[in-house]
């Protein structure tokens, strides 16, 4: 049951059928892609009545599209969310909220070690509108909290983090934003909503890179935010219809179609990803492993505590650096060497050219990233195939 008394279904089943029903046409048991840019009206009361949202229907593919619709409502249904708008991609969804909420004077408090990408608009563009950013500590909560306290508009976290996956105590930091009235931000991209639904915690907007997990093919690009409040919803996507970071039609479809797996997905993925980060422990020519699976990960009990289960995202460093790096990753069989995650395909990258490519030496370095650092995102492969593979290219290390 939600919090409504209506009956909700769990998340495999929802997966598979949530969202799709009020967009099936003609007995077809799939979603048509809609391609179609405009919608014609030939009653001129009919048309000005869904043009300024009294009656249900699309007017421009800008502001709404069918085929995108059953994908909002796919995941608004998995994160047991009121409401949902989506983006082109993760970044405009995360770029558009911000936007939206934010006026020059204001001040936003966030992690150091959010995506590269969010870090970018946090350290170059943010300030360039007068928006004063404070970055902590990724997981020194007592930090989080002294500078929440010291008032800001919104509180901008991410939990598991790119790519060293360090876990924030979702609902410690809410109680602490409502102290002085901040809205809170999650990304939740790498739990998705299998393992973490944010909005219980009474988290103000959860987005996502449905590039990632949600799609989870490396073939679509796209974002959603989600929330509990509708108006705030209409507000963040007013502003995307007008800013036009609209998600495509065919984005949309692939993206449904690759969220039917997603719990059959993601359940493999954490299986596999911990028995690979037990295997990388205990290698000799490992430096660290990063996963919150892990007992001894310094934030294992906040994981297990707002987590099903700790994801397909692990992260490790080799003995030897980036030349270490350079001699056995290429030797990998079963990854492809590219800068996604969440995929089918196990997929491994160094930080220093995947997530934070943005930054300089410099940054990675104040941001605890080694540059030997490599990102592992678990694919759907059999696991002993993984760390067969796994273990040949790391014998490459001298
Ligand atoms: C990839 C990613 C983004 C950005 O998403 P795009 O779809 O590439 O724009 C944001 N947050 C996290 C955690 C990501 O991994």
């Known amino acids: 049951m939600d919090n409504k008394g209506k009956k909700v279904v769990k998340k495999g089943t929802q997966s598979v059928w949530a969202g799709e029903k009020d967009y099936l046409v003609h ?25 300024i949202g009294n009656k249900p229907g699309h007017i421009y593919g800008r502001n709404t599209n069918p085929t995108v619709q059953a994908f909002e409502d796919k995941v608004k249904e998995l994160e047991g969310a009121e409401a949902v708008t989506s983006f082109s991609t993760g970044m405009a969804a995360i770029s558009n909220s911000l936007a939206t909420a934010l006026t020059p004077g204001d001040r936003v408090v966030s992690i150091k070690d959010t995506y590269g990408g969010t870090n970018k608009i946090f350290s170059e563009f943010l300030p360039k509108l007068n928006i004063d950013v ?14 929440v306290r010291k008032g800001c508009k919104i509180l901008y976290l991410e939990t598991p983090t790119n790519p060293t996956v360090k876990i924030t105590d979702i609902e410690r930091m809410v109680k602490v934003a409502r102290e002085v009235g901040a809205l809170v931000y999650v990304d939740n991209t790498f739990a998705t ?14 987005i996502h890179s449905a590039t990632k997990f949600l799609g989870g093919h490396a073939d679509a690009l796209g974002g959603v935010a989600v929330s509990n409040n509708k108006e705030f919803i209409e507000q963040i996507y007013h502003y995307r219809e007008i800013n036009g970071a609209s998600l ?25 990803a911990l028995k690979i980060a ?3 422990k205990n290698h000799e020519k490992v430096e660290a492993v990063f996963y919150p699976g892990l007992e001894d990960h310094p934030n294992h009990d906040i994981a297990k505590k707002q987590m099903r289960d700790y994801g397909g995202m692990l992260s490790f460093s080799v003995k030897g650096e980036l030349d270490s790096v350079r001699s056995f990753l290429p030797k990998l069989k079963y990854a492809n060497k590219a800068a996604n995650l ?11 050219t995947t997530s934070h490519i943005e930054n300089t ?10 540059e030997g650092l490599v990102r592992y995102s678990v694919g759907i492969e059999n696991v002993e195939d993984l760390i067969e593979d796994l273990d040949q290219a790391l014998s490459y290390i001298k």
Request: charged share 25%; aromatic share 6%.
């Open 278 to 280: 037990n295997y990388l």
């Open 27 to 51: 007995g077809a048991t799939q979603v048509p892609v809609v391609h179609s840019v405009s919608f014609g009206y030939n009653d001129i009361d009919d048309w000005f009545e869904v043009a």
């Open 248 to 272: 495509d039609p065919m984005a949309a479809y692939l993206l449904l179609r690759g969220m039917k797996t997603l719990q059959l997905r993601v359940k493999q993925q954490c299986e596999s």
């Open 193 to 206: 909503p299998i393992l973490q639904n944010p909005l219980e915690y009474g988290v103000d907007l959860v």
């Open 361 to 370: 030496p410099e940054e990675r370095a104040a941001l605890g990233i080694p």
């Open 134 to 147: 404070t970055l902590c500590e990724t997981g020194n909560h007592e930090e989080m909290e002294k500078e």
């Open 342 to 352: 969440g995929a089918v395909e196990t997929t491994v990258g160094p930080a220093r």
